[in-house]
Structure formats: structure tokens, C-alpha cells
């Protein structure tokens, strides 16, 4: 006869398994979205502001300061990250910087936009998927 906590473990043994299973479907989309988005961000030279803002940190050395420079490398990288996607997508958002609309010009780097944009689809899917 089981007790009541054999049947808690029991539980929360299966809710992990499932918990597990469903986070590993979503591991393969994941990382090829961020895959892409690495390489992509990486060709396009990012990252130049938050390099900027770090060593403009360094000089003042005060944890505002760090935490102000470490807010930009994110919001670098995450309207990059937008901005690409979007483009993939063929939508237009707002123009981030002309540095990312030159980019943009390059077929190359259209392709790497439309890699990422289908990819954060699959990723998408696989989410809806595992609900």
C-alpha cells in the first residue's frame, strides 16, 4: 500500500519527466534560433556599442555605471535581434540605425535575416506544440 508521500514523489517524479521532455522539444529550435542570430550579430559588428559603453563604465568604474553599460549591450543586441527577424519576415520596422539598414543591403545578410525569421517560427510552433 503506498502512502501519501510515495504518491507526492511519484507525482512529481512524472511532472519533472514531462517537464524535461517538453523543455528538450524546445532545445533543438532554441538553439538554432540563437545560432543564427550569434552569427548574424557577430557579421554585423555588434556589439560595438556595448564595447563603447563598457569602456566608458570601466572609466568610472561605479556599479551604475557597469549596470548602464551592461542595459546597453542588451538593448543592442535585442533591437538587432528584432530588426533581423523583422526583415526576414519582409516587414520594415523603424529605422534602428543606418549602420543596420546598410547591412540590411547586402543579399548575404538578407539570407542570414530570413534563416533567423524561420527559425523563430519553428520555435514558435514547437512552443504552441507543447502546451
Not at 501519501?4 to 538553439?31: E, M, Q, V
Not at 535581434?81 to 519582409?90: N, Q, R
Not at 516587414?91 to 538578407?110: G, Q, T
Request: glycine share 6%.
Amino acid at each position: 500500500m503506498r502512502t501519501p508521500i510515495a504518491w507526492a514523489i511519484l507525482a512529481t517524479c512524472l511532472a519533472s519527466a514531462a517537464c524535461t521532455a517538453k523543455d528538450d522539444k524546445l532545445a533543438g529550435p532554441r538553439n538554432e534560433l540563437r545560432q543564427v542570430l550569434d552569427a548574424a550579430y557577430e557579421n554585423y559588428g555588434g556589439g560595438a556599442l556595448a564595447a563603447k559603453a563598457k569602456a566608458e563604465a570601466g572609466e568610472h568604474s561605479g556599479a551604475a555605471a557597469q549596470h548602464a553599460a551592461l542595459l546597453v549591450a542588451e538593448a543592442d543586441r535585442a533591437v538587432f535581434e528584432k530588426y533581423c527577424i523583422a526583415a526576414g519576415k519582409g516587414e520594415h520596422l523603424f529605422n534602428a540605425s543606418v549602420k543596420l539598414d546598410e547591412w540590411l543591403k547586402n543579399e548575404r545578410n538578407k539570407e542570414t535575416c530570413r534563416m533567423a525569421a524561420k527559425a523563430s517560427a519553428k520555435l514558435a510552433e514547437a512552443e504552441a506544440l507543447s502546451k
